[in-house]
């Protein structure tokens, strides 16, 4: 996870005014850059380009840096992205792949100024016979949320980078009828540069074979039985002994169903039965029905609402796409988030949504009890689209946690603007 090196270009500090500045500043380069030129490329061109590169700049204030319970810590924090992508069908194939550099500069905490990436990218394959599938990658290093593991471990106020990986192979086999089988294998790990949150560390690999049937465009339905092998290297460190570590296995059946029932909505549903086994501590296990629930609602070209429900580890529920929730391996974690789009007009776009959990964990080796937080999100957003290249937005975000253990609890509240141009 630490195996790229991450530039140190000077650090930029901002005043609010001077931030401002930036932004105007950008947005007329942008313009001129990206504006009439863009849009006589697109309109002279027979359809929409397969590629795109993009830079965006923004200007945020943190009313709680470290996500503290009392003395919060605000700040104003400045960013630079630049953006690349593509989606380009090559015959039966089709390659597709996001990128994001982002250097991020605090005006008080400059220790905390970071540069971090986003690389997801894949393949969709298929052949002349009846073979399909999916070959996924998603890296991420960006700086870690403060006070986002409350899996036993002491918040920290120095500079913590968090690593991401996850890598993805599926292979479908259609059958004569409307029956198909799946195969899919992944791996995930995580890892951090501050040694406080070593506990939080994990390597894990899944394997998930299933039967799946279409009798219809609109339903699909599946079982499968899915395996998971991990380990957290550094379950529990002892002073002056050697680390525990914690090695697990996981066993789901899931029973899963697709249904669209018309055009504007889709239902997208598993339930699980899954058991869970710890090497360090059998507190940590997990028996019991797990599952998920997302639903996709466009009623019209003005409106679309996401939500998504599940019941499951904190693992599960982060790869599920909930936001604003960590991925502790001994929590079970019941989820809801709601996130609303609509068009006000053809380019003033209406974001808002919010997002709801409760985390339970029981620790004999750490915590001396069991232990419960009850995580609240919400946000709210508007967005500009002054051209086909160029976009301007802000937005206000709100996260709010109330724990057994007051250490965990916290208020923080994020708000500000960007401007992001891209040429297609």
């Known amino acids: 996870m630490r195996h790229l090196l991450t530039p140190t270009p000077t650090t930029v500090r901002l005043r609010p005014a001077a931030g401002a500045a930036l932004a105007l500043t950008a947005l007329t380069a942008l313009t001129s850059l990206f504006g009439p030129a ?17 830079v965006s700049a923004g200007y945020n204030h943190a009313s709680n840096v470290y996500r503290q319970a009392s003395d919060a810590n605000s700040d104003n924090i400045t960013s630079y992205s630049l953006l690349a992508g593509l989606d380009q069908p ?46 996924l990658i998603n890296n991420r290093r960006s700086l870690a949320d403060y006070n986002s593991s409350t899996n036993g471990v002491q918040p920290t106020f120095g500079k913590n980078i968090e690593d991401n990986r996850q890598a993805q192979a599926i292979v479908r086999l259609g059958l004569v ?74 066993k789901d ?85 709601s996130q609303l789009n609509y068009e006000l007009t053809g380019k003033l776009i209406l974001t808002g949504g919010l997002s709801f959990s409760n985390v339970e964990r029981s620790d004999e080796l750490v915590l001396s009890s069991n232990s419960r937080d009850r995580n609240r999100g919400y946000n709210v957003g508007l967005r500009w689209l002054a051209t086909r290249s160029i976009e301007l937005g802000c937005n206000y975000n709100q996260q709010q946690r109330s724990s057994s253990i007051a250490t965990y609890e916290f208020d923080a509240k994020t708000y500000g603007c960007y401007v992001q141009g891209t040429l297609r």
């Open 253 to 337: 059946i899931d029973l899963t169903a697709f249904w669209a029932p018309k055009g504007d909505s889709t239902l997208d549903a598993r339930i699980s039965s899954s058991r869970t086994s710890h090497s360090a501590t059998g507190q940590n296990n997990l028996s019991g029905a797990t599952g998920s629930l997302v639903w996709n609602w466009m009623p019209g070209g003005r409106w679309s609402l996401n939500t998504r429900i599940a019941r499951d580890s904190g693992v599960e529920t982060y790869y599920l796409g909930i936001a604003g929730l960590n991925s502790d391996l001994n929590q079970v974690v019941r989820s809801l988030q």
């Open 38 to 54: 863009a849009m006589a490329q697109s309109s002279s061109s027979t359809g929409p380009s397969p590629y795109y590169l993009g």
């Open 177 to 250: 009828t409307a029956f198909s089988a799946e195969a899919m294998a992944e791996h995930r790990s995580r890892s951090f540069s501050a040694t406080e949150y070593n506990r939080s560390e994990y390597s894990q690999n899944i394997g998930s074979l299933g039967i799946y049937y279409r009798p219809s465009s609109a339903w699909k339905f599946g079982i499968a039985g899915r395996y998971t092998k991990g380990r957290t290297p550094y379950f529990f460190e002892p002073v002056d002994a050697p680390a525990i570590e914690d090695k697990y296995t996981r």
């Open 90 to 135: 090559i015959g039966r194939q089709r390659l597709f792949g996001d990128a994001t550099v982002q250097r991020s500069s605090y005006q008080s905490n400059s220790q905390l100024n970071n540069t971090g990436y986003s690389i997801k990218g894949g393949l969709d394959w298929a052949t002349i016979e009846r073979l399909s599938g999916r070959l």
